[in-house]
C-alpha cells in the first residue's frame, strides 16, 4: 500500500496532470493537450473523466493514500479580479473598457467565457479525481492542498534541477498577487525573497502578449514562438523602444508602470501594430525591438536577484521561460554562472511542482540528492498498437527491425528522407527533444523549405532546432552550454554555420537540444549513427505535429501526420514504416 502525490495545472490554458510517489519518483506528468489532442487544452480540465481509470490503474496501483495538489489557492482572488488589479494591463475599469482595445483578437464574450472557465476549473480541481478514486479504490484516503502558483512554478524549477542550491525566478503573466516571484532554494526547501504586489506592477508575460498582438500573432494559441523567430530578421525601431520606456521600467525586483495615463499611453503602441499593408520588415522591426526591451528589463531583474541572493546558480521558470533567445544570453548578461531551465517551465509544469511541494510537505526528511529530471515522463506507444496495425492493414509497408532500426534511419536521413520518429515516453513540455520527433538531415540548407513545403507548411521565418552530441557541443557553438530541453538560443561557430545550414537561423543561431546518452541512449545512438556516416554529430529536430496541433500522442495521430503530409519515413519503437507509393529501397 502506498501514497501518491497527483499534480493538477488547473489554470484556463496548459492543463497538466503528473504523479509523484512516496518514494520522490515522478511516475507520469503530461499536458491534457496531448491526449486530447487540442492545442493547449484550453478550458480542459487536467484529470479528464475518461483518462482517470486508465491513468490510476497504471501508476497508482495499491494506494493508501492519494494527495491531490494544485497550482492555484482556492481562496486567492481568480481571474476577475486579478484582470482587474495586476500587470500591464492593469489600471482601474480596465475589465470593461481596456481588455478588448489591448487583445483586439479577442472578443469580450472569449474573455468573459475564458474567466469564467478559469474560476470554474480551479473550483472543480480534482473532483472528478475524487469520484473515480471513491469508487475505484473506496478504502483509499484523499487529501487536497493547493499553493500559490508561482510557489509551484518554482518548485519546478528548483526539483527539476540539479542544483544543491539556487537563486530562483518566477517571470509569468499572473498569478494570484502578481506576476512575478523569487525565491531562495536550499536543501530541498523554498524560500519567497519577494514576490510582485499592488497595483502598479507590470506583468512581463502580459507584455509579451501585447508584442505578439501587434505583430499579428495570437498569443491565446501560444504564437510568442513565431515573433522570437521573425526577431532575428530586425533591427531596433528607437521610437518604439522609447515608447515602451515611458511605460515599464525595473525598479530592484519590481518591474513597475511608469505612466498614470495608462491606457493613453498604451493606446499610442497602437501605432505599430499590423496593418493590411504592413511589410514583413517592419513587423520583424516591431519584434526585435519588443524582444530586445523584453531582454533588456529581464537583465536588470535578474541582475538584481544575483545581488541580493548571491548564488551563481539560477533556476528560472514561469511562461517567460520559454523564452530561448534571451535564456542563451543570461550567462553574459549577468553574473549568473549556471542557469536552469525545466522541460516544461509554463503552466504544464505546475502539475509536478505541485505534485512535489505535497511530497515534500508530507515527508520533509526524505532528502534525495539533486538529479536533472528527465522530460520523457508522458504515454508510450506499444507495440501491440503497431501489431494490430500490421494485421489489418493493407497499403503500408511495416517492418520490425528490432537490431537495426537505428542504424537503418541513420542511412535513411542521410539520403535526406524526412522521418516522423517516435520512442518511449513522451515529452513533458513543449518541446519535442527525441521521442516525438520529425528529423532530418541538417546539413544541406533548403532542407528547411522543403520541411515547411511538405511537413508543416509554416512560415518561412521559423528556425528548425538541431539536436547535437553534448561532446560535440563546444565545437559547434560559442559560449556552448547544455541546453537538455532546447531551453536556449546559442551562436553557431561561423565555421560550422555552413555545416548544419537547415537549423542555422538567419542570425546565426540554433535552439540547440545538447544530447548525452545518460539521458536518452536511443536518441544518442541514432545521432551517432548519422555522424558516423557523415560526420555531422548534429539532427534536424522539429516537433511531430502539423500547425496547430500539439505533439502526436497516439499511433492513430502519428499515422494520421505521416498520411497526410510529405514525410517519407515513421519509425515507431522498432517498426519502420513507409507508404506504398513512395517506398523506401
Ligand atoms: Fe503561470
Known amino acids: 500500500m502506498s501514497t501518491y502525490y497527483i499534480g493538477l495545472s488547473v489554470t484556463y490554458h496548459d492543463s497538466a496532470l503528473a504523479i509523484v510517489s512516496e518514494e520522490g519518483e515522478v511516475l507520469f506528468a503530461e499536458a491534457t493537450e496531448r491526449f486530447l489532442q487540442n492545442k493547449r487544452a484550453l478550458n480542459c480540465e487536467p484529470d479528464q473523466l475518461f483518462r482517470i481509470p486508465e491513468l490510476l490503474e497504471q501508476h497508482c496501483p495499491n494506494p493508501k493514500k492519494i494527495v491531490i495538489a494544485s497550482n492555484w489557492r482556492k481562496k486567492r482572488p481568480i481571474y476577475e479580479n486579478i484582470v482587474k488589479k495586476l500587470g500591464f494591463l492593469s489600471a482601474p475599469g480596465l475589465l470593461k473598457t481596456g481588455i478588448k482595445k489591448l487583445h483586439s483578437p479577442l472578443p469580450n464574450y472569449q474573455l468573459h467565457h475564458m474567466m469564467a472557465c478559469q474560476s470554474s476549473s480551479i473550483e472543480r480541481a480534482g473532483l472528478n479525481l475524487v469520484r473515480i478514486i471513491q469508487v475505484v479504490y473506496p478504502d483509499c484516503a484523499i487529501a487536497f492542498k493547493d499553493y500559490d502558483h508561482h510557489l509551484t512554478h518554482a518548485a519546478m524549477a528548483c526539483y527539476a534541477s540539479p542544483f544543491e542550491e539556487a537563486a530562483c525566478a518566477v517571470i509569468d503573466s499572473y498569478g494570484e498577487n502578481g506576476s512575478i516571484a523569487f525565491y531562495r532554494y536550499r536543501n530541498r526547501k523554498l524560500e519567497q525573497i ?45 521610437k518604439l523602444y522609447d515608447l515602451l520606456s515611458s511605460i515599464i521600467a525595473v525598479n530592484g525586483f519590481d518591474c513597475t508602470h511608469l505612466s498614470e495615463k495608462l491606457f493613453e499611453q498604451l493606446a499610442k503602441l497602437d501605432e505599430f501594430m499590423q496593418r493590411p499593408d504592413s511589410t514583413l520588415e517592419e513587423l520583424a522591426d516591431v519584434a526585435y525591438t519588443g524582444q530586445a526591451f523584453f531582454a533588456d528589463l529581464v537583465t536588470q531583474l535578474l541582475s538584481h536577484l544575483r545581488k541580493v541572493n548571491q548564488c551563481e546558480n539560477l533556476a528560472l521558470a514561469g511562461g517567460c521561460a520559454l523564452n530561448s533567445s534571451f535564456n542563451g544570453q543570461i550567462t553574459q548578461r549577468t553574473e549568473f554562472k549556471q542557469v536552469f531551465i525545466p522541460s516544461a517551465p509554463a503552466d504544464d509544469g505546475c502539475a509536478l511542482g505541485a505534485a512535489w511541494l505535497a511530497y515534500h510537505e508530507d515527508l520533509p526528511k526524505q532528502i534525495k540528492p539533486p538529479q536533472l529530471q528527465t522530460p520523457y515522463t508522458g504515454s508510450t506507444i506499444k507495440d501491440d498498437a503497431v501489431e494490430r496495425l500490421i494485421r489489418f492493414n493493407k497499403s503500408l509497408n511495416i517492418q520490425r527491425l528490432p537490431d537495426s532500426i537505428i542504424a537503418e534511419t541513420a542511412r535513411l536521413l542521410a539520403e535526406g528522407k524526412l522521418v516522423g520518429w517516435v520512442q518511449g515516453r513522451a515529452e513533458y513540455g513543449p518541446r519535442a527533444l527525441g521521442n516525438r520527433s520529425i528529423l532530418a538531415d541538417p546539413r544541406d540548407a533548403k532542407m528547411q523549405d522543403l520541411i515547411n513545403e511538405k511537413v508543416k507548411f509554416r512560415e518561412m521565418f521559423r528556425p528548425f532546432a538541431p539536436s547535437i552530441l553534448h561532446e560535440h557541443g563546444d565545437g559547434y557553438f560559442e559560449n556552448y552550454h547544455e541546453s537538455p530541453y532546447m531551453d536556449k538560443t546559442l551562436k553557431i561557430r561561423k565555421t560550422m554555420q555552413n555545416k548544419i545550414a537547415a537549423t542555422c537561423h538567419v542570425d546565426g543561431t540554433g535552439r540547440l537540444q545538447t544530447v548525452k546518452r545518460e539521458w536518452n541512449p ?39 501526420v505521416f498520411m497526410t503530409t510529405g514525410l517519407d519515413v515513421l519509425v515507431v519503437n522498432d517498426y519502420l514504416i513507409t507508404k506504398p507509393r513512395n517506398e523506401v529501397e
Open 522 to 560: 536511443r536518441f544518442y545512438e541514432l545521432i551517432q549513427a548519422f555522424y558516423q556516416l557523415t560526420q555531422v554529430p548534429v539532427l534536424l529536430n522539429t516537433s511531430f505535429n502539423i500547425m496547430g496541433k500539439p505533439l502526436v500522442h497516439s499511433l492513430e495521430d502519428a499515422l494520421t
Open 194 to 238: 519577494h514576490e510582485a504586489k499592488g497595483l502598479s506592477k507590470a506583468s512581463l508575460g502580459l507584455y509579451y502578449m501585447k508584442i505578439t498582438e501587434l505583430c499579428g500573432f495570437d498569443w491565446l494559441k501560444g504564437e510568442e514562438w513565431k515573433v522570437m523567430g521573425l526577431a532575428s530578421y530586425g533591427k531596433l525601431n528607437q
